[in-house]
């Protein structure tokens, strides 16, 4: 049964997934810069993201190795996909990714202003949803077919679909920083009404502990 997932997404110990003032000089805003460095230097980061060899083995690389397998769809929102804020002066941003995007599949962008969409090197098509998070999911699990369909960022988007209850599966990388204030993840949300309650934990690198929640039964 093809599962709607989270995977890789990096918490501060005291829960935020993005620091304030996000922007072209800080993608994941002012002082969260410490929040994804347990994957960098991981085989998977450096092959799909960077597109360079190398690389530290181990438990951190297994989790991001496992993050892209029978991925068929991406969704992420509009803070994922960049800094333009508001409706899009044009069509000139493309992405963080360069001209070949990690994703090699259907990307839903989620938000609240129309642009068309556009292939990208490497078989990654973006797509610029503005009739909510259901209506993406549906187009997601249409394009994804048998596959899982992967949920990204940012905290606004997981955290709708986190109030809806329908993600299978979440996996938190809980890295050692502290960043006190911007966007926190879980606050306020009741998780086992969502239905997640089965958790696992592993111990990675670079002090960084992984934390994997599933739906519990029924």
């Not at 969260?32 to 360079?52: C, N």
């Not at 997601?140 to 988007?157: F, K, L, N, P």
């Amino acid at each position: 049964m093809p599962r709607l997932r989270v995977d890789c997404f990096s918490l501060s110990l005291d829960g935020y997934g993005a620091g304030p003032d996000q922007g072209p000089e800080a993608p994941v805003g002012v002082g969260a810069e410490g929040l994804h460095q347990w994957m960098f230097d991981t085989p998977s980061f450096r092959r799909r993201v960077l597109g360079e060899g190398g690389g530290r083995t181990g438990i951190n690389e297994d989790f991001v190795a496992r993050s892209f397998e029978n991925a068929g769809a991406w969704i992420i929102g509009r803070n994922m996909f960049g800094p333009v804020r508001g409706p899009w002066p044009d069509d000139s941003w493309k992405g963080w990714w360069g001209t070949t995007p990690p994703f090699h599949c259907d990307v839903f962008v989620v938000t609240r202003h129309p642009r068309a969409s556009f292939e990208m090197e490497g078989g990654t098509v973006f797509h610029f949803v503005t009739n909510g998070i259901h209506a993406a999911l549906d187009r997601a699990r249409a394009a994804a077919g048998s596959r899982d369909v992967r949920v990204g960022g940012g905290i606004s988007t997981l955290r709708q679909y986190l109030e809806a209850g329908v993600i299978d599966e979440m996996h938190l990388a809980v890295a050692p920083v502290v960043i006190g204030k911007g966007e926190n993840l879980l606050q306020g949300l009741d998780l086992p009404a969502g239905g997640l309650g089965n958790v696992t934990v592993a111990a990675g690198e670079h002090g960084v502990t992984h934390y994997t929640l599933r739906r519990t039964a029924g």
